[in-house]
């Protein structure tokens, strides 16, 4: 069945730093991808659309100059932290549409120290 | 798309059948209804989803009511697997699948 990757699984990085997330699409096309974020014991909260060849379409309260994302091909979106902070530390997930129903990203765990 | 309420937890005994419902009293005629579960630090995992009709497929069963404002999802043989997180949610067809996740029922699948 379709299958979405999504990479790292987890990552630790020093406060102040980037950290670059990838999702792909790796058996469909997708021009459309979703990214969203959960602390522990709560729900996930969707970040941004992120569209193919445009820019990404950003929730209210998601500040789009720390959460950079870019969707250069059909297949792969970018989420980049920047400048992290050990507020930002949380578990990410990229979704992307194929065949009526939405298929995530296994997740990546994201340490800020 | 429709708020969705469900409960907060539910517990099963291994081998049995568990039924978790969902409430969408608002939901309109061209949104579905989604079952997704999430299995401790991994992404979410699509389950089944249904428009009117009673849908059925390996994992789970289906049953929206006749007027359509709630639905129930059987697992018929729960397993300790089976421990997750399930969110029901209702989306239209129309939209470009942006999902918003409600706080979901926690089932804990007990031997």
């Known amino acids: 069945g379709a299958v979405v990757s999504q990479h790292p699984s987890w990552v630790i990085c020093k406060s102040g730093t980037s950290v670059k997330i990838e999702c792909r699409s790796l058996d469909f096309q997708a021009t459309t991808m979703f990214w969203y974020r959960q602390f522990p014991k709560q729900s996930l909260m969707l970040m941004a659309t992120?569209?193919?060849?445009?820019?990404?379409?950003?929730e209210q309260g998601v500040e789009k100059d720390k959460f950079l994302i870019n969707h250069a091909s059909l297949t792969l979106s970018t989420l980049t932290v920047t400048s992290a902070h050990p507020e930002d530390s949380s578990f990410y997930i990229c979704s992307a549409i194929g065949r009526q129903r939405a298929f995530f990203g296994q997740g990546t765990r994201l340490t800020v120290v | 798309d429709a708020k969705t309420t469900q409960p907060p937890s539910m517990d099963c005994a291994e081998g049995r059948a568990a039924n978790l419902p969902c409430n969408h009293s608002?939901?309109?005629?061209?949104?579905?209804v989604y079952w997704y579960r999430q299995i401790h630090s991994q992404g979410p995992q699509y389950i089944i989803h249904?428009?009117?009709n009673n849908e059925t497929n390996e994992m789970a069963s289906l049953i929206i009511t006749e007027d359509r404002k709630s639905s129930t999802l059987i697992l018929p043989h729960a397993t300790l697997r089976d421990t997750a997180v399930y969110y029901c949610i209702a989306h239209g067809s129309s939209n470009t699948g942006k999902l918003i996740f409600g706080q979901g029922t926690t089932l804990q699948v007990k031997p």
């Open positions: 608002t939901i309109s005629g061209n949104e579905y």
């Open positions: 992120s569209n193919e060849g445009s820019k990404a379409t950003y």
């Open positions: 249904g428009l009117k």
